[in-house]
């Protein structure tokens, strides 16, 4: 719209129309918010087919620039096909609309309807399964639109996951698909048409690695379903069948789902002491906490992982909790859960890039700020990576491994919050050692370090040292004098055949933190 501001006016131009929903009526109907602040009869709803929003986010503001000239984005969207008739009407608050209806406008809208294709989604056997879908028209722009997503869709992603045999309603014309399911699969793109009727698009997964068939298990263990990226308005953060669904489609194996201060006594209603119903053989999903808005906090946040019990004794808020981590930790050990600390390296950062180095850190982050206390008791089974710069969270796990200890290294995302771009963005690879999936057994294969972190792009499989495998006997070689050993693995990486200069160019602080690309190294000339 071409806005003529010859006032100089910079309050925020607002839109309405008789033809369009109110946004609290919105919320109530589509969303399940809460109630309206006004009664809002049947035909009101039902009478009202347009949806209409200003677009006031980045790269715009919300309010007007003053400018003699300006352009703003009005989002329109019909819930009807055919031709429609809309009274369309501005103004930039109280006072300002115009007496007599001369503000407003009528305006003919041809509405064109949208079309249900149906995804038939198959993975590497053939099998039906879940996957993520960019979708894209001709001038780029990605259906479904992202402002206007719910969930299980989230409006801060670009793709979408779904099912075998789901459908999606697009606009006929035609389309770029990417599509894949996570790191260990290729990304795959085609280009596909919507016609006038109902049609159904084929898609065909490829892995380049597949660790579960050696017995290497994929898993996350720090997923948020509430607070950071998430709505905690009308509805507080999403539900599991939302989060089950991402899992999937990212091939996790292990989905811990950590309930913290956000939302913290709706999302605590999930918690069941066991995997979620909404599990599959493939895909666990487990509703944990996370020690994050409590009053320990500022000595760094926690998880924890496989709890039987998910209120400290004695706490009905979560201001009774305690006050420092070691009284958190015992107690969640007691009952048999796997701990440690999150995002460990906020709060430990240092200018060396080296490893180890000697700078002393400030401690004064939200990360393994206490862990230097806890560990000395034998509390923390590990520290988190990937989701902070690795010299950062690395250099105290090495400092302490050097002075006798034994806590492990797990891979977190901390979706939707340090990464927001997908669940499984770091992640720990436990071997089960022939055993079937099973949450209880991953979180010890993590505790006992019988397991590698990874960014899923990168895999160092059946590592040993003199033919002992990581994470059994504790993971000691005992040497009777110094001598040469014999280190065996099977190293996998996917890169692209052009190396990526502007990850490899960025310092170890900038994200991403762990990516394939950083340890690439250089080709001498002649050799391929």
């Given at each position: 719209m071409k806005v003529r501001n010859e006032g100089g006016v910079t309050a925020q131009l607002k839109a309405e129309s008789t033809q369009a929903l109110p946004v609290y009526a919105r919320a109530k109907e589509f969303v399940g918010g809460p109630n309206p602040p006004q009664t809002i009869k049947p035909h009101d709803v039902i009478d009202r087919w347009l949806d209409l929003a200003m677009f006031d986010k980045a790269p715009l503001n919300a309010a007007l620039s003053g400018l003699n000239l300006e352009y703003r984005v009005i989002q329109l969207y019909s819930r009807d096909a055919g031709r429609r008739e809309a009274q369309l009407g501005f103004n930039v608050g109280q006072g300002t609309q115009d007496i007599g209806f001369r503000n407003d406008a009528a305006i003919l809208f041809n509405c064109l309807p949208a079309v249900d294709?149906?995804?038939?989604?198959?993975?590497?056997?053939?099998?039906?399964?879940?996957?993520?879908?960019?979708?894209?028209?001709?001038?780029?722009?990605?259906?479904?639109?992202?402002?206007?997503?719910?969930?299980?869709?989230?409006?801060?992603?670009?793709?979408?996951?779904?099912?075998?045999?789901?459908?999606?309603?697009?606009?006929?014309?035609?389309?770029?698909?990417?599509?894949?399911?996570?790191?260990?699969?290729?990304?795959?793109?085609?280009?596909?048409?919507?016609?006038?009727?109902?049609?159904?698009?084929s898609f065909q997964l490829e892995r380049w690695i597949n660790p579960a068939a050696r017995g290497w298990y994929a898993g996350d263990h720090h997923i948020h379903a509430a607070g950071c990226l998430h709505y905690e308005s009308p509805t507080q953060g999403v539900l599991p069948e939302d989060m089950i669904r991402h899992i999937k489609g990212e091939a996790l194996s292990i989905g811990a789902v950590l309930t913290w201060g956000p939302c913290y006594y709706y999302q605590k209603q999930f918690f069941e002491a066991k995997i979620n119903q909404l599990s599959t053989a493939e895909n666990l999903m487990r509703y944990d906490v996370e020690i994050s808005g409590f009053p320990s906090s500022h000595n760094g946040h926690l998880a924890l992982l496989g709890l039987r019990q998910q209120d400290y004794p004695g706490a009905t808020k979560l201001?009774?909790?305690?006050?420092?981590?070691?009284?958190?930790?015992?107690?969640?050990?007691?009952?048999?859960?796997?701990?440690?600390?999150?995002?460990?390296?906020?709060?430990?950062?240092?200018?060396?890039d080296q490893l180890p180095n000697y700078e002393l850190p400030k401690f004064d982050g939200i990360g393994a700020n206490e862990y230097v206390v806890d560990v000395t008791h034998d509390a923390v089974d590990f520290i988190s990576a990937v989701d902070t710069p690795f010299v950062w969270e690395l250099n105290v796990w090495y400092h302490t491994l050097n002075s006798g200890f034994r806590t492990r290294l797990s891979g977190e995302t901390d979706f939707p919050c340090i990464y927001g771009e997908r669940v499984g963005l770091g992640r720990s690879y436990v071997a089960l050692d022939g055993k079937k999936l099973d949450y209880d057994a991953w979180i010890r294969g993590v505790r006992d370090g019988r397991a590698y972190v990874s960014d899923g792009k990168s895999h160092l499989l059946d590592f040993k040292v003199?033919?002992?495998?990581?994470?059994t006997n504790k993971s000691e070689l005992r040497l009777k004098q110094p001598s040469a050993v014999r280190v065996t693995a099977q190293a996998a990486a996917l890169l692209d055949e052009k190396p990526n200069e502007a990850t490899r160019a960025k310092r170890y602080d900038v994200q991403p933190y762990w990516d394939a690309e950083r340890a690439r190294w250089p080709v001498a000339p002649g050799d391929s």
């Amino acid at each position: 719209m071409k806005v003529r501001n010859e006032g100089g006016v910079t309050a925020q131009l607002k839109a309405e129309s008789t033809q369009a929903l109110p946004v609290y009526a919105r919320a109530k109907e589509f969303v399940g918010g809460p109630n309206p602040p006004q009664t809002i009869k049947p035909h009101d709803v039902i009478d009202r087919w347009l949806d209409l929003a200003m677009f006031d986010k980045a790269p715009l503001n919300a309010a007007l620039s003053g400018l003699n000239l300006e352009y703003r984005v009005i989002q329109l969207y019909s819930r009807d096909a055919g031709r429609r008739e809309a009274q369309l009407g501005f103004n930039v608050g109280q006072g300002t609309q115009d007496i007599g209806f001369r503000n407003d406008a009528a305006i003919l809208f041809n509405c064109l309807p949208a079309v249900d294709t149906t995804l038939r989604v198959r993975d590497e056997r053939g099998r039906p399964t879940t996957a993520s879908f960019i979708i894209r028209d001709w001038q780029g722009r990605i259906y479904p639109s992202r402002s206007k997503r719910l969930a299980p869709d989230f409006a801060f992603h670009p793709q979408i996951y779904r099912e075998d045999g789901e459908r999606i309603r697009l606009p006929a014309g035609d389309y770029e698909v990417e599509y894949t399911r996570g790191p260990e699969y290729l990304v795959r793109r085609q280009t596909l048409t919507v016609g006038a009727d109902s049609g159904t698009w084929s898609f065909q997964l490829e892995r380049w690695i597949n660790p579960a068939a050696r017995g290497w298990y994929a898993g996350d263990h720090h997923i948020h379903a509430a607070g950071c990226l998430h709505y905690e308005s009308p509805t507080q953060g999403v539900l599991p069948e939302d989060m089950i669904r991402h899992i999937k489609g990212e091939a996790l194996s292990i989905g811990a789902v950590l309930t913290w201060g956000p939302c913290y006594y709706y999302q605590k209603q999930f918690f069941e002491a066991k995997i979620n119903q909404l599990s599959t053989a493939e895909n666990l999903m487990r509703y944990d906490v996370e020690i994050s808005g409590f009053p320990s906090s500022h000595n760094g946040h926690l998880a924890l992982l496989g709890l039987r019990q998910q209120d400290y004794p004695g706490a009905t808020k979560l201001e009774d909790w305690p006050t420092w981590n070691l009284p958190i930790l015992r107690w969640a050990k007691a009952q048999g859960a796997v701990v440690g600390f999150a995002h460990s390296g906020w709060g430990l950062e240092v200018k060396s890039d080296q490893l180890p180095n000697y700078e002393l850190p400030k401690f004064d982050g939200i990360g393994a700020n206490e862990y230097v206390v806890d560990v000395t008791h034998d509390a923390v089974d590990f520290i988190s990576a990937v989701d902070t710069p690795f010299v950062w969270e690395l250099n105290v796990w090495y400092h302490t491994l050097n002075s006798g200890f034994r806590t492990r290294l797990s891979g977190e995302t901390d979706f939707p919050c340090i990464y927001g771009e997908r669940v499984g963005l770091g992640r720990s690879y436990v071997a089960l050692d022939g055993k079937k999936l099973d949450y209880d057994a991953w979180i010890r294969g993590v505790r006992d370090g019988r397991a590698y972190v990874s960014d899923g792009k990168s895999h160092l499989l059946d590592f040993k040292v003199n033919n002992l495998a990581v994470g059994t006997n504790k993971s000691e070689l005992r040497l009777k004098q110094p001598s040469a050993v014999r280190v065996t693995a099977q190293a996998a990486a996917l890169l692209d055949e052009k190396p990526n200069e502007a990850t490899r160019a960025k310092r170890y602080d900038v994200q991403p933190y762990w990516d394939a690309e950083r340890a690439r190294w250089p080709v001498a000339p002649g050799d391929s």
